[in-house]
């Protein structure tokens, strides 16, 4: 039950990112390194000052990067934002209006409330989460040879798009946004005595709420073989790959 708390709370953490206001972008300098993706490890040096600015904080030459997993609630919303998408050896100064970083309330003595906050900082090195992202062939191929491909949609997406051949499907979350807990016993179920090392696949909408159901799996519950389509199930429907109706 811990385990199906744990991954019910990283659900509504990743939530709060996808829904954000913008960032104002002042520098932009483009790295060449690994892409910064949802879930991606990141080390970051950084200076945060205010619009006046006056530092309030920086790890700049102190030998002390930040180290964080993006969509993990671990920094404000809009430096979250700000590194999301990038590249290893990226530098950028962004703006962040106050409600993408501590909002009314402010940070005790630090950040006085409502205080838009300038970051500058250097994507120093990224590492991929423990899930991969595969395309429509790929996971064509693993059906073929017996993954798990859980369709995680909302019963209304199954009967309006069709569902991949294949494929199982089991609801993560209500149209309310309450997480199924027993989906974990129909992965279990599904996997057999050998469920974390099952090749188990995530299939959503976009691809989004497969990646945090991947994350929670990879990371925090043991799963060595996880994947999740990218872009979700409209990808397959942009790849003009067939789809079986549901019933």
Do not use: C
């Not at 494929?167 to 016993?185: C, H, P, R, W």
């Not at 696949?201 to 043991?222: C, M, P, Q, V, Y």
């Not at 979700?232 to 429907?237: F, K, L, P, R, V």
Request: glycine letters at 8%.
């Amino acid at each position: 039950m811990k385990k199906i708390f744990f991954l019910t709370s990283l659900i509504i953490f990743n939530f709060s990112i996808l829904f954000a206001d913008n960032i104002e972008i002042i520098n932009d300098i483009k790295g060449n390194g690994l892409k910064v993706i949802n879930h991606s490890w990141v080390k970051i040096e950084y200076t945060g000052s205010f619009e006046d600015g006056k530092v309030f904080d920086t790890n700049v030459g102190k030998d002390n990067p930040l180290v964080f997993q993006i969509g993990m609630k671990e920094v404000i919303p809009g430096f979250e934002q700000g590194i999301l998408g990038q590249n290893k050896g990226s530098k950028r100064k962004i703006k962040i209006p106050s409600k993408l970083a501590y909002g009314e309330k402010g940070a005790g003595k630090l950040i006085p409330p409502n205080s838009n906050l300038i970051f500058e900082f250097e994507i120093l090195d990224v590492l991929n989460p423990n899930y991969k992202t595969i395309d429509s062939e790929k996971l064509e191929k693993l059906i073929k040879e017996n993954a798990v491909a859980l369709d995680i949609r909302l019963d209304n997406q199954w009967k309006k798009t069709g569902v991949i051949e294949g494929s199982f499907q089991e609801t993560a979350f209500d149209i309310n946004g309450k997480f199924n807990v027993y989906l974990m016993d129909k992965v279990r179920a599904l996997a057999g005595s050998e469920s974390q090392e099952v090749e188990l696949i995530f299939i959503s909408h976009d691809g989004k709420t497969a990646e945090i159901l991947g994350n929670a799996f990879a990371e925090d519950l043991g799963f060595t073989n996880v994947y999740v389509l990218d872009g979700g199930i409209q990808s397959w429907i942009n790849s003009n790959k067939p789809l079986e109706k549901y019933n």
